[in-house]
């Protein structure tokens, strides 16, 4: 009979508003939430794809530095500068070779007669990404190990080798290739037998150990002030939006391929937290709207309410209908919202697995929706209660 | 049982309106277990106030109302100690005159439908068993909720002005049943009234 009595006095349409947007609501939260959780691992450094953290920068080279050099080197300020940013981990230098470098075959080896110059550069043995027993020069050594960029052999093998009727080469014949260095300045030379001992996907320079660029800038070297044009500098964390704004601000230039996906998952991550934005409006005003609603019900059928705590009903019992409508109408926008998240998160896991190497991530998606269930249903619960007993229970005026 | 007021006095009269109650202000007032008692006053003396600081309804008052019971919880009370016919009734016009009793009943499981029926019977008002309470005239709207008052246990019994809609044949038959619900429970009755009402035998008639 009281649930007859208080049957009457719901708004089912509100009801319906109500399951329909907190469905809405908790269904994008709970899987864009999980959306961030699984691909944050893809954006971050964890996993192999995008596993670079460094990348090599410099200044820009405008119109007025390409006259006054100088402009073009860091200071020491300036890399201290760097070492201070909080996204940075660490910074390395780039030596260059301070003299003149020429490289060439001679008629008698059995390789095609070239004769090129070269420039070369050293970074500390920890940043190198080639790993090579090879790598390594001391004083009186006559072979010296090079390093060159991978890119520089396609270059070669499919833009050179072709227009010019050479053969191509691959990495294994080319490690082969022993040619001779002609090192000069300082109004002396000497000559050193080479060999490209490996390719470098990260540094974009001609690497030579840090020892015989030492020894010879020492000995060949037309000045003795350091010229650093070039960084290495290693992120914590390269998807940070701040990096790309203090090189901006800098001027300074950066690989920009390392980085566009840093601009990528910036947007990424800026739209998630829109989308997140919204669905927490949304959720936020299901909730507002629906305690709204029941505040009118209960204002509407005040009197209604306090006969029948004056026949004797306790304001727990009155309360316990609307507490019961109140969670099953969340029950069934939540549980259906559960279900739907956990399966679209199936559906974007099959396309990221096929397109990456990807370990799932624990799903969040269940125990934060009960979880949002239970503290939803036990507010509810408590505004009707204080509400109807407001109303039963005598007032003192 | 008994209940017993001491001091009380309205927070909302003066004390100048209230110098001539055998009621407010009094030491004590004891209403005894088994008895009757009529209150007697004009309208705007408090009649339904004295009622309702008894049923716990109003808490605005100074002194004290104290009820000698186990109880309690204000819920408890009006389920097993204190029955009232309000003035308004507190009818609930949207369920019908036999839901409007029930809703009582369910809650106390006092009487059977049957024991209902008969009530609904003697009353004259079966032909409106099923009617809308919010379609029946204020004497009927009276008697249905003097039934829904019987329907559960009570050492007292309070009536606000039970009778002002209705005829003398109507009073007598509703005398004769209270008549004999109160015996059954060996219960008081307090009713309100703006005069004496002559049908009943009064232990005690208070002026207000």
């Known amino acids: ?79 201290e500068e760097l070492r201070d940013q909080p996204f940075i981990k660490d910074v390395s230098i780039f030596n260059n070779a301070d003299f003149r470098i020429k490289a060439y075959s001679k008629q008698s080896e059995n390789i095609p007669l070239f004769q090129t110059d070269l420039f070369f550069e050293s970074i500390p043995d920890a940043y190198i990404d080639v790993k090579t027993e090879d790598w390594i020069w001391k004083e009186n050594d006559e072979v010296v190990p090079i390093i060159i960029p991978e890119n520089y052999l396609k270059l070669y093998n499919f833009g050179f080798a072709e227009s010019q009727g050479l053969p191509v080469l691959s990495k294994n014949t080319i490690s082969q290739i022993t040619f001779n260095l002609k090192v000069s300045g300082n109004f002396s030379s000497e000559v050193f037998k080479s060999r490209i001992v490996g390719f470098s996907n990260k540094i974009n320079s001609i690497l030579v150990p840090e020892t015989f660029l030492e020894y010879t800038n020492s000995k060949f070297g037309r000045s003795k002030k350091s010229r650093i044009s070039r960084l290495l500098v290693t992120f914590n964390n390269p998807t940070d939006e701040r990096i790309l704004q203090f090189f901006n601000e800098n001027n300074y230039s950066i690989n920009k391929d390392k980085l566009e996906f840093s601009k990528l998952s910036f947007f990424f991550n800026s739209a998630l937290v829109f989308v997140i934005a919204v669905a927490l409006i949304i959720l936020v005003l299901s909730i507002a709207f629906i305690l709204l609603s029941f505040n009118l019900i209960i204002q509407k059928n005040k009197a209604m309410i306090s006969n029948l705590g004056a026949i004797g009903y306790s304001y727990k019992s009155i309360s316990k209908f609307y507490q019961v409508v109140i969670s099953a109408a969340t029950i069934i926008a939540i549980f259906p919202a559960i279900i739907l998240g956990v399966y679209v998160r199936n559906l974007y896991l099959d396309k990221i697995e096929a397109l990456f190497e990807f370990s799932e991530e624990r799903s969040y998606i269940v125990i934060f929706g009960i979880s949002i269930l239970a503290v939803l249903c036990i507010v509810y619960s408590i505004v009707i209660l204080k509400k109807i007993k407001a109303i039963v229970m005598p007032q003192r005026y | 049982m008994q209940i017993r007021l001491s001091n009380l006095k309205p927070t909302y009269m003066s004390e100048a309106e209230l110098s001539a109650s055998d009621i407010y202000l009094q030491k004590e007032v004891v209403f005894e277990k088994g008895k009757k008692y009529l209150i007697k006053a004009n309208s705007g003396h408090g009649k339904s106030s004295v009622l309702n600081f008894i049923y716990g309804s109003n808490y605005n008052y100074t002194g004290k109302v104290d009820y000698s019971s186990k109880e309690d919880s204000i819920f408890n009370l009006r389920k097993t100690e204190i029955s009232y016919v309000f003035q308004d009734f507190k009818l609930f016009p949207s369920l019908t005159l036999f839901e409007n009793i029930q809703l009582k009943n369910k809650l106390t499981h006092y009487k059977s439908s049957g024991q209902i029926e008969e009530l609904i019977e003697k009353m004259q008002l079966t032909h409106r068993r099923d009617s809308l309470v919010g379609t029946l005239s204020l004497g009927q709207r009276q008697r249905v909720a003097i039934i829904r008052a019987l329907c559960q246990p009570f050492n007292f019994l309070l009536l606000d002005e039970p009778f002002s809609h209705l005829d003398s044949s109507n009073i007598k038959i509703i005398v004769d049943i209270l008549n004999k619900e109160l015996e059954e429970r060996q219960a008081s009755v307090i009713i309100t009234a703006l005069d004496n009402l002559p049908f009943i035998e009064f232990d005690k008639t208070i002026n207000l």
């Open chain 1, 1 to 79: 009979m009281l649930v007859k009595l208080q049957k009457k006095t719901l708004v089912k349409i509100q009801l319906i508003g109500y399951i329909l947007t907190l469905f809405i609501g908790v269904f994008i939260v709970l899987t864009t939430l999980q959306l961030y959780q699984d691909v944050k691992p893809l954006i971050s450094e964890q996993t192999d794809v995008f596993s670079d953290k460094s990348a090599v920068i410099s200044k820009e080279v405008s119109v007025f530095k390409s006259v006054n050099k100088d402009r073009i080197y860091f200071s020491s300020e300036e890399i």
